[in-house]
């Protein structure tokens, strides 16, 4: 157990809608980070935050948004949902930047 | 041209044998994973190593900064060794911003 956990495990929407997922770090660490794992693109880094702030942005598309609250867990928003948004997505933390990060066990979300 | 290349992409080897997965990358880097990946998705990190060789139990990796390769072995691999292994570089741009970048893994069969 890598002791950051993601809900839900798994999630089954329709085209065009809104889902949120969910990321709680280990305890203590400041820094989250979201990927995606999609079977034609492989791991994508999608964004960093680190103690409530943005700080680094990879390929995340203008309908996903993130966000990171007071009490640290981060929550990913994704919308208008297509079909080529089914993947699987991560979360990892770790204590501050540039140190070990912690995956979670992932969110499989399946637009259908 | 990806920015982190691994090799092989897929290795079939027999219980027992000794096996080297290898990444390359081509930006300059922090550090190092090595994450594995088992059917049905969780990521567990390996190592993270910045230079020199770290060693776990029969997994050793090793990282090469001038030459911006590094190698991962098992020794007397076991059919629970069976997984996708994953190279993930780290790209640090100093304060609290970092990002990883991934290989596109190596799928790893062991047979009893």
């Known amino acids: 157990d890598s002791g950051v956990t993601q809900t839900p495990k798994h999630l089954i929407t329709a085209t065009g809608q809104r889902v949120t997922l969910r990321c709680s770090p280990r305890s203590g660490d400041l820094s989250v980070y979201w990927y995606q794992q999609s079977l034609d693109q492989g791991l994508q880094f999608l964004i960093q935050?680190?103690?409530?702030?943005?700080?680094a942005k990879g390929n995340i598309l203008e309908r996903f948004s993130a966000q990171q609250f007071p009490d640290l867990h981060s929550e990913l928003n994704l919308s208008s949902l297509e079909l080529g948004d089914s993947a699987l997505y991560f979360c990892?933390?770790?204590?501050?930047?540039?140190?070990?990060?912690?995956f979670g066990q992932g969110t499989r979300l399946t637009v259908v | 041209k990806n920015e982190v290349e691994q090799s092989p992409q897929n290795l079939t080897a027999q219980e027992g044998e000794f096996i080297t997965i290898n990444c390359s990358y081509s930006v300059g880097i922090s550090a190092l994973h090595w994450l594995q990946q088992h059917p049905g998705g969780g990521i567990v990190s390996l190592f993270m190593?910045?230079?020199g060789k770290k060693k776990h139990g029969r997994l050793i990796a090793t990282i090469n900064i001038q030459e911006k390769h590094s190698s991962l072995h098992i020794t007397a691999s076991h059919p629970r060794d069976s997984a996708v292994y994953i190279c993930a570089v780290v790209l640090f741009y100093g304060g609290a911003t970092n990002k990883l970048i991934f290989g596109t893994g190596t799928l790893l069969a062991v047979q009893p």
């Open positions: 935050y680190y103690n409530g702030e943005e700080r």
């Open positions: 190593l910045s230079s």
């Open positions: 990892a933390s770790s204590a501050r930047a540039n140190t070990e990060a912690f």
